[in-house]
């Protein structure tokens, strides 16, 4: 059982297009991060984020966690091939565990 | 290496059979993580390392799961009498004490 959803679970776009991922839970976070994951590989840390209402920027990539550190956002800017991959949400509820959500798969066609 | 190495890459076992996965963490990390990934989801907490000790293991689904990581370093996870429902991707992590985790590749294992 995941205490974090993502949606939409699959996302498929042209080059060029802007897409958002969303990751929602009932649960406060400490802190939240999202992850890439390509196939046969280990997810990658992309961000961090930790006071509510927070926003970073990270080239193309925009994060907000929400005021009430339950929810968080991920919108890619003119999507690229190269961002096509496996989108991992993660709240850390203690120093050291983390919970993830199931995932959006981004599917960018050049 | 730099990275955190998992071996083996894939490991096909008949039901009822032990298995071993092992992890090589970055060198100088304290902490060690294991997860499990089933097709389709993301990883899902199994146990924690800091050093040697094995500090949560509340997420290991049943007896049959067992982990160690004696010396502080090399961590293994073994599994017992495999079932179907233990196919997953089993991922290794390791961090410094609060730090970003850096996951290895994981081992893929089929139970038939």
């Known amino acids: 059982t995941q205490l974090l959803e993502q949606s939409p679970q699959f996302l498929s776009i042209q080059e060029g297009e802007n897409l958002t991922v969303y990751c929602n839970s009932s649960s406060v976070f400490s802190s939240l991060q999202w992850y890439r994951q390509e196939p046969g590989e280990g997810p990658v840390l992309l961000v961090t984020?930790?006071?509510?209402?927070e926003v970073k920027k990270l080239k193309r990539l925009t994060f907000q966690f929400g005021d009430a550190r339950k929810d968080s956002s991920l919108h890619i800017t003119a999507a690229q091939p190269g961002d096509t991959g496996l989108y991992l949400c993660?709240?850390?509820?203690?120093?050291?565990?983390?919970?993830f959500g199931a995932g959006t798969t981004v599917t960018v066609r050049a | 290496g730099a990275g955190v190495s998992q071996s083996p890459r894939y490991k096909v076992a008949k039901r009822g059979q032990d298995v071993a996965l092992r992890c090589d963490p970055i060198s100088g990390h304290v902490s060690l993580f294991w997860y499990q990934q089933a097709l389709g989801q993301g990883p899902e907490f199994l146990t924690y390392?800091?050093?040697?000790?094995?500090?949560?293991k509340s997420g290991l689904p049943s007896d049959r799961f067992f982990a160690e990581r004696p010396e502080g370093s090399v961590s293994t996870l073994k599994i017992q009498r495999t079932q179907q429902e233990d196919s997953a991707v089993y991922l290794c992590a390791s961090s410094l004490i609060r730090g970003e985790l850096f996951f290895g590749s994981g081992t893929q294992l089929s139970v038939l």
């Open positions: 993660a709240g850390a509820s203690r120093d050291y565990k983390l919970s």
């Open positions: 390392f800091q050093n040697e000790a094995q500090l949560d």
């Open positions: 984020v930790v006071t509510g209402g």
